[in-house]
C-alpha cells in the first residue's frame, strides 16, 4: 500500500547568517488514505515547520531536502506555479487562531467563495449551494445566514469551523490542523476534534492533526509521531503509545495529560528547555533533561523499530519499556476529606 | 440579604467562617451599566475563598470568571453585593485596585508576554511593586534577584529582557512580581493556559510549593481541568454568570452533580480512561451573557432539560455534600 503522503529523511535548515541551522533532521511520516496521524511535541520541536514544508510555505530563508510525495507528487522540486494546485486542492490547511485568520472586512460567505472559486469552475449559484453544503458540513447551524455573517458575529469555535470549511472547499485530500484547538474552550475543542474526526472517517480524507497535547492528540488519531529537536523520536499506533510508551520523552508527556483520577496530585513537567536549534548537545537530544540517560546516550541516537509497528529512537528503549507506565491502573480511591 | 453560599465548607461542615479569607457576597457584575443594554456578566454569586486553599472557578469563555477575578481586583463595575478581603470591604473604598493591592491581593494573568513592559529588565519589572515601599534602587534591585531566585530563575536573568525569556521563563517572572509584596491571596487568571502542557505542569510544581512554603491563598481562574484537578482543593463551577455547583475539589469532579459540571468534565482529553458518562456532552455553544435564557440558563444545552428547567430558577441547594443548582440533581446518581 502506498502512503498518501510519504515525507522521508526531510532535512530543514534555516539560514542563520551565512550558516546553514537544522529544525528538522531526518524526518519520516507517512499517511494512508483516511488515516489520522497526530505529530505531538513541544514548541519549537519543528511541528509547525513540517506542516510549512509539505506546503511549500517555508520561510524564505529556509531550505528543504529529503522527499515530500503527496498522491504519488513529489512536492520538494515543483514550479511555484504547480504548487498552487496543490495548496487548497490537494492540501488543506488550518490554522491555530481561527479569528485571526479570517479576515474581518470580508463576509464568511464572500471568503468561503473565494476559497471555493480558486480551484473549481463553478457557477455563481453553485458556488453558493456548495459554500451552504460545506457549512452544514462541519455542523455549523443556519448555513445562509453565516455566509452574510462577519468573522466578529461568530465565536472562536464557529470561526474554525468555517477555516475547516473552507480548507476543504475545493476537495482536499489531506488536510492540515496545526494546533487548531489551542485557543477554544475545552467543550468546543471536543466538538472541534470529534468532526474532524468525522470528516475523516465519511469522506476518507488523510489528517495530519498537530499539538502539544497527547491527550488530545489521543482521542483523535490512528498514529502518533512524537517529535523532539526536529526529529521523531518515537512512532506507532495510538493505542502502542499510551499502552507501551519506550521513549522517555513519550512517558513523560504522558505524565503532563490530565488525570482525573488523581485529584490534589501535582505532577511534575518536564524539566529545563528543549535546545535550541544549531546548540544541540551530543549525541540523544533529549539526555540533558532525560532522567535515565547513561553514558550510552552520548552517542547519536537512531530510529529503530522495537516492537510490531513501534519505533523509538532511544538505545534503552527496551530496558525502560517497564519503567515508569504511563497509565496507571484506574484507581478506585474513597473520597477523601479535606485536603489540609 | 442571604447567607452567603459558596465553596461548601462553611455550610456543609459547620465549621466556623474564622478561617475565610475572602467572601464574596451577592456579587453582581455590570458592564455598561447605564447603556441601553447593560450586560449582566456575573449575577448574585457568593463564594467563600478559605485561607491555605486553592478554589478554582471553572467554566467557559463566557461564564464570568474572569469578571469575579477583576471585580476583586477593582477593575470591573460592580453593581451590587460585596467583597471582603478579611474583613474589610473592598467594593467601597475610594481606589478599589490600590485597596485591593493593600489588603494583599495580587494577580496572574494569563499572557506573560503582555504583562511585562518589553523596554524593563526583569528585575524593574519584579522590583515595580516596591517603588512606594523600598526607596533605594540597589534594595529594590536585591529583593527582585531574591524572588527570581525563589521562582528557579537564576540571577542572571534579572538583567535580561522579556524578549530573550521563554514562555514559562517570562511567566515565572510575572508570578515573582506578584509575590512582590507578599500578598496573601494570588489569583492566578488562566495563568498556565497559554503554556506547553510539559512548562505548564513547571510552574504547576512551582505554585504548589510557593503555596505551602509562603503560606499563600489561591484564587484559580480557568477552562483547563487538567491544572484544576491537580492544584484545586474547592472547586465552583460557572455558567452564564452564575455559579451552578461548589464544593470540595475530589467531590465535584469525582461525582458531579450538574450536568454543565459533567458536560466539562467529559470534554477533558485524558488517556486515563473517561470519568463520566460522554452523553452529558452540552449541546451547542454557550449562549449570549446579554440574555440569558429564563429558568435554568443552562437548560438550552442540557440532555436531562425537562419542562420545569425552563419555567423556574434552580437555587443552589445542598446535594450529597456539596451545592448545586439543579433541579434534578437528586435524580441523578453517579455510579
Redesign the interface.
Known amino acids: 500500500m502506498t502512503a498518501h503522503l510519504a515525507i522521508s529523511n526531510l532535512r530543514v535548515t534555516l539560514d542563520r547568517q551565512g550558516e546553514a541551522v537544522a529544525v528538522i533532521d531526518d524526518l519520516s511520516l507517512e499517511i494512508q488514505e483516511g488515516e489520522i496521524v497526530g505529530m505531538v511535541g513541544e514548541s519549537g520541536s519543528g511541528k509547525t515547520m513540517t506542516a510549512l514544508a509539505v506546503l511549500q510555505l517555508l520561510p524564505r530563508r529556509a531550505h528543504a531536502s529529503g522527499s515530500i510525495v503527496l498522491a504519488g507528487q513529489e512536492l520538494l522540486d515543483l514550479p511555484e506555479s504547480e504548487l498552487r494546485q496543490v495548496r487548497g486542492a490537494k492540501v488543506g490547511m488550518v490554522f491555530q487562531e481561527p479569528v485571526a485568520a479570517l479576515n474581518p472586512v470580508f463576509t464568511v460567505g464572500a471568503q468561503l467563495l473565494a476559497a471555493i472559486n480558486a480551484h473549481q469552475d463553478l457557477s455563481r449559484s453553485d458556488a453558493r449551494a456548495r459554500a451552504v453544503e460545506l457549512l452544514g458540513n462541519v455542523g455549523l447551524p443556519e448555513p445562509e445566514l453565516r455566509l452574510r455573517q462577519y468573522p466578529h458575529h461568530l465565536s472562536g469555535g464557529m470561526c474554525q469551523r468555517v477555516m475547516i470549511a473552507m480548507a476543504l472547499a475545493a476537495g482536499a485530500r489531506l488536510l492540515i490542523a496545526d494546533e487548531p484547538t489551542t485557543s477554544l474552550d475545552v467543550t468546543i475543542q471536543d466538538e472541534i476534534v470529534r468532526l474532524i474526526r468525522r470528516l475523516a472517517v465519511e469522506s476518507g480524507i488523510s489528517v495530519l492533526f498537530i499539538s502539544h497535547d497527547l491527550g488530545l492528540v489521543s482521542r483523535l488519531c490512528h498514529r502518533v509521531a512524537v517529535v523532539y529537536a526536529g526529529q521523531v523520536v518515537e512512532t506507532g499506533p495510538t493505542r502502542t503509545l499510551l499502552e507501551a510508551p519506550m521513549h522517555p520523552y513519550t512517558k513523560a508527556l504522558l505524565r503532563c495529560v490530565p488525570n482525573l483520577h488523581e485529584v490534589g496530585v501535582v505532577h511534575r513537567g518536564i524539566p529545563g528547555t528543549p535546545p535550541l536549534p544549531g546548540s544541540l548537545p551530543e549525541g540523544c537530544r533529549f539526555r540533558p533533561r532525560c532522567e535515565y540517560a547513561t553514558a550510552a546516550c552520548q552517542a547519536p541516537q537512531v530510529l529503530e523499530p522495537r516492537a510490531d509497528d513501534h519505533l523509538v529512537r532511544c538505545v534503552r528503549a527496551l530496558e525502560l519499556a517497564d519503567v515508569g507506565r504511563a497509565i496507571p491502573p484506574t484507581p478506585t480511591l474513597p473520597l477523601q476529606g479535606g485536603g489540609s | 440579604m442571604t447567607a452567603p453560599v459558596g465553596t461548601a465548607r462553611a455550610d456543609l461542615d459547620g465549621r466556623a467562617p474564622a478561617d475565610c479569607l475572602l467572601r464574596i457576597s451577592d456579587l453582581t457584575v455590570t458592564y455598561g451599566l447605564r447603556s441601553r443594554q447593560p450586560v449582566h456578566a456575573v449575577v448574585d454569586v457568593s463564594l467563600e475563598v478559605h485561607t491555605?486553599?486553592t478554589l478554582a472557578l471553572i467554566g467557559?469563555?463566557g461564564s464570568g470568571k474572569s469578571s469575579i477575578a477583576r471585580a476583586i481586583c477593582g477593575l470591573a463595575p460592580v453593581e451590587r453585593g460585596t467583597i471582603t478581603m478579611d474583613g474589610y470591604e473592598l467594593t467601597t473604598a475610594p481606589d478599589r485596585p490600590v485597596a485591593a493591592g493593600q489588603r494583599g491581593i495580587q494577580i496572574v494573568f494569563q499572557d506573560p508576554v503582555s504583562a511585562l513592559d518589553p523596554r524593563w529588565s526583569v528585575w524593574r519589572s519584579v522590583a515595580e511593586p516596591l517603588l512606594r515601599h523600598v526607596p533605594s534602587s540597589d534594595d529594590r534591585r536585591e529583593r527582585a534577584m531574591v524572588l527570581l531566585e525563589r521562582v528557579g530563575l537564576d540571577r542572571s536573568f534579572g538583567d535580561r529582557h522579556p524578549h530573550q525569556l521563554?514562555?514559562?521563563q517570562r511567566q515565572r517572572v510575572t508570578i515573582a512580581r506578584a509575590l512582590a509584596p507578599a500578598p496573601r491571596l494570588v489569583i492566578l487568571d488562566e495563568a498556565v493556559s497559554a503554556l506547553?502542557?510539559?512548562?505548564?505542569?513547571?510552574?504547576?510544581?512551582l505554585l504548589?510549593e510557593l503555596k505551602r512554603e509562603e503560606g499563600l491563598t489561591y484564587l484559580l481562574i480557568s477552562?483547563?481541568?487538567?491544572?484544576v484537578?491537580?492544584?484545586?482543593?474547592d472547586i465552583a463551577v460557572m455558567y452564564l454568570g452564575k455559579v451552578v455547583e461548589s464544593g470540595?475539589?475530589?467531590?465535584v469532579?469525582?461525582e458531579p452533580a450538574h450536568p454543565y459540571t459533567d458536560?466539562?468534565?467529559?470534554?477533558?482529553?485524558?488517556?486515563?480512561?473517561d470519568?463520566v458518562d460522554p452523553s452529558f456532552?452540552?449541546r451547542?455553544?454557550?449562549g449570549d451573557t446579554a440574555h440569558p435564557p429564563p429558568g435554568c440558563r443552562y437548560h438550552t444545552r442540557c440532555p436531562l432539560a425537562i419542562d420545569r428547567c425552563a419555567a423556574e430558577e434552580p437555587l443552589m441547594r445542598p446535594v450529597r455534600e456539596r451545592l448545586t443548582a439543579c433541579h434534578r440533581a437528586d435524580e441523578k446518581v453517579n455510579a
Open positions: 491555605g486553599r467557559e469563555s521563554s514562555g514559562g506547553d502542557v510539559s512548562v505548564r505542569n513547571e510552574i504547576l510544581v504548589d477552562h483547563d481541568m487538567g491544572a484537578a491537580q492544584m484545586a482543593t470540595e475539589a475530589a467531590r469532579i469525582r458536560a466539562l468534565l467529559a470534554s477533558v482529553p485524558t488517556v486515563s480512561g470519568i456532552r452540552p451547542g455553544e454557550i
